[in-house]
């Protein structure tokens, strides 16, 4: 089945409210082997919202709108689409008595005259109820012109419950009927299906070069690459497949691409990094430290971040200063004034000196400048040296990233965990 997404809202628009539904839309209807093929947002304008509903039953027959279902005057999604369709709105008596019941149990008592209006429905639409709010959904169908309307409240939890409670059961119903309904093994629901691999240490272009001769073998599998700034996930989706066949498919994809990624790929889904340097550590039974300037304590925040961390990690030193640095480290005052504090030799030293402060066979350290300012001819602004150990057993590299302050922060950091995580892979 496809469908079109509307999502109605000013603030969406203007970046006052970041637009969660959408993405929890994407994932939950394509596990139930519906397939959005256009997501489109628009602001609590009358024309707009009519503009859109109508060009997505022209194009596709089945929408699906969140937002415009409350009292107010700016929410007015039900009142143009029944104006569109020609399904003039009607008091629905249980409806209003469920809405008054929710006021009653609040202490709201009496209920606003304004939110009368929320038990008003097009006729001849399914009221899906709402526990959650005092907005229910809708489900608008018109068999003879195999149109279809889901309109949703635009609270994220009201939402969320609706789809999972009302909404799937019926799209799902609607396709066996779509399909037949005969039963037999012919008459399996085909699904969409995603995977993801977790990728770090080369950008999307680089990536696409190294598996780009791969994509066409993965047919017809797609495949999507998704960059930020701790690295590139790579998403392969089925698109209706029988269940069974698609995951055969993802899985041996999947496994192409890990033969062809090596130690870039660091794990699938949504894999921790930090999680997975932890465990890394755990099975050799040792404990882990850091060392950080520019990255400012994000190391040590990603690290913790993970339940269970406390068994291996046991510390760390935001050195920001060089006195710190010599005083907590032992980073030689000499090294410091002859390299710098973002070098090689200075990188090198604040690692051995966390290995020996925490006494901590693993150790990471990231120093550098992250900007704005600060930056030279030789060492511009997104420099950063890091350092892992493992025992005696030390890296040390050089990286430019670029981006803002917080981007190169972010990105010292995912580096950090990297770098040890890949000398820990080393026999």
Known sequence: MNLEVLTVGTELLLGHTIDTNAAELGRALAAAGVQIVRRTTVPDRAAAIRDAVAEALDRTGAVLTTGGLGPTRDDMTKRVVAELLQRPLELDPVALEALEARFKRLGRWPMPAVNRSQAEV??????????????????????AADRLVIMLPGVPSEMRGLLVEEVLPRLMARQQRAGGGGGGESAQPRVVLSRTLRTTG????????????????????????????????????????ERGEAERRLAAGLERLRGSLGAHCYGEEQTDLAAVVLEAVRRRRGHLAVAESCTGGLLGERLTAVPGASDVFVGGVVAYADRIKSELLGVPEDVLAQHGAVSEETVRAMV??????????????????AGPDGGTPEKPVGTVWLAAAAGANIRVVQRIFPGDRGEIRARGAQAGLDLLRRLLLEP
Do not use: K, M
């Not at 639409?125 to 959904?137: C, I, Q, S, Y």
């Not at 051995?352 to 400048?369: E, M, N, S, Y």
């Open 352 to 369: 051995v000196g966390a290995q020996r402060a925490f006494l901590a066979d693993c150790a990471a350290a990231v120093t550098g400048i």
């Open 202 to 241: 080369l950008p999307e272009s680089a990536l696409a070069e190294r598996i780009g001769p791969e994509e066409e073998a993965l047919a017809p599998l797609t495949l999507a690459y998704l960059p930020s700034e701790t690295g590139v996930d790579l998403r392969l989706t089925a698109w209706g497949l």
């Open 122 to 143: 097009p006729r001849g639409a399914t009221v899906l109820p709402n526990p959650r709010g005092t907005a229910p959904g809708l489900w608008l169908e018109d068999p």
